[in-house]
């Protein structure tokens, strides 16, 4: 019924399209409220998450067996953040932007000079700046990662594939709003997350793995933690 609906909509019937947002309209709230205490009513973020509903169903190719609330989810986020963005309250500053710039160059030439990808500590030491804006250039010049990446040895399967057996939306958003968490931390800070929560490891053998000890391994873990709570919450 769905994909009828989003066949139809692509082809311009603008019914169908209004019966996918009114049967969608739970799934624009559950991202919008991901976005409270920013300053805006909630009536104006859905509206912006309908408008990330909307081109999620010109962009959604049928041809994919995904459900289309997997897809649609990471659109709706990222318009309101586009929007939040643009209007000034996840800002990004021309420093950063020309940041990123600098960044990329000197990522290019510390890979050729150490023969490995390099720290953020070393490209922030290497342009004289800090570490937080480098991981901020760094951040804002990512772009999201795609939803049909090869998961799978086979390649045969897909990121949707895997978030697509949520069936709860709200667990489906808090699941692609903890990856892009995860995502967006240092090599280091990720191995220690992924070793602890994903990989059942005791942080004792963490810093045997890391050749740090066991309490730096509890402090790092604690300031990841609250770092990650600020980006999701």
Not at 174 to 199: G, P, V, W
């Amino acid at each position: 019924m769905i994909k009828e609906l989003i066949k139809n909509a692509q082809n311009g019937d603008k019914k169908s399209l209004d019966i996918i947002v009114s049967e969608n309209s739970g799934l624009i709230w559950s991202v919008v409220r991901k976005f409270q205490n920013r300053g805006y009513e909630f009536d104006d973020l859905f509206q912006i998450g309908a408008i990330g509903l909307i081109k999620s169903v010109k962009n959604f190719d049928l041809s994919y067996d995904v459900k289309f609330s997997t897809y649609a989810v990471p659109m709706i986020m990222g318009e309101i953040k586009r929007f939040l963005r643009d209007d000034g309250i996840i800002k990004v500053s021309r420093h950063i932007k020309e940041l990123s710039q600098r960044v990329r160059c000197a990522t290019e030439i510390l890979e050729t000079d150490l023969n490995r990808a390099p720290k953020i500590s070393e490209i922030a030491s290497y342009l004289n700046e800090s570490a937080e804006d480098v991981s901020l250039a760094i951040d804002s010049a990512t772009a999201p990662e795609s939803l049909y990446k090869s998961v799978g040895e086979n390649d045969n399967t897909y990121l949707l594939d895997k978030l697509s057996n949520k069936n709860d939306e709200e667990e489906l958003i808090n699941t692609i709003t903890l990856k892009n968490a995860i995502t967006s931390l240092s090599d280091r800070d990720k191995k220690i997350i992924l070793l602890r929560y994903f990989k059942g490891r005791t942080q004792t053998e963490i810093a045997k793995l890391l050749g740090i000890s066991q309490v730096q391994v509890s402090r790092l873990e604690k300031k990841i933690l609250s770092s990650m709570k600020k980006m999701i919450s």
